[in-house]
């Protein structure tokens, strides 16, 4: 067996005798060379995991009726998480629609990390009634929502609701109802 390398200027035959240890294929299934168990060093990854995990709504008494989709997955690479999550009900209802508007419990607790919080991607559908004390702690009148895992040992993304001035107020789950549709991407560290 012999190898052709094809330059610009020429052709060059090696003869297959001359070639060592594993050559990468274009699919990446030549890849047999990767560390097997022993002590990590700084190149190798030695803490990879992936899973799914089911987001719901931690306070409020939640009572789910019909549900279109409630999940989530996670790849895990180290001390870094990143999720991704969906709740979609056709009908549900809560015991005290007052409280703050918590997803979780999240597949890690989150690290301490300063004063900041981890924010992410929050999409929503049908997601009726933001503005007022009724829908946000603040009362106010709503141009866009935003979700964040609190810094620190928290184990649930906070639903969080903005107005044109840039103040900020807590989302309550009476925000939340039968048809709505709520789902995002976050990436954190836990401990």
Not at 99 to 121: A, E, M, T
Not at 145 to 172: C, F, M, Q, W
Request: glycine share 14%.
């Amino acid at each position: 067996m012999s190898v052709t390398k094809i330059t610009d200027d020429n052709i060059d035959t090696m003869d297959a005798a001359k070639l060592t240890g594993v050559l990468p294929a274009m699919d990446g299934s030549a890849l047999t060379n990767l560390p097997a168990g022993g002590a990590a060093n700084a190149t190798e990854l030695n803490d990879y995991e992936t899973g799914t995990w089911t987001p719901g709504f931690m306070d409020g008494g939640p009572s789910y009726g019909t549900t279109y989709a409630r999940q989530g997955s996670y790849v895990k690479v180290g001390d870094l998480v990143t999720i991704n999550w969906t709740i979609y009900m056709g009908v549900i209802s809560f015991s005290n629609g007052g409280v703050l508007l918590k997803i979780g419990p999240i597949p890690f607790v989150s690290k301490q990390d300063g004063n900041r919080g981890w924010y992410g991607n929050i999409n929503t559908w049908n997601l009726g009634g933001w503005d007022g004390s009724t829908y946000n702690n603040g009362s106010l009148l709503v141009s866009h929502i935003t979700a964040e895992i609190p810094h620190g040992n928290t184990d649930y993304i906070n639903v969080r609701a903005h107005d044109k001035t840039s103040a900020s107020y807590h989302l309550k789950c009476a925000a939340y109802h039968g048809g709505s549709q709520i789902g995002g991407t976050h990436t954190y560290r836990t401990n």
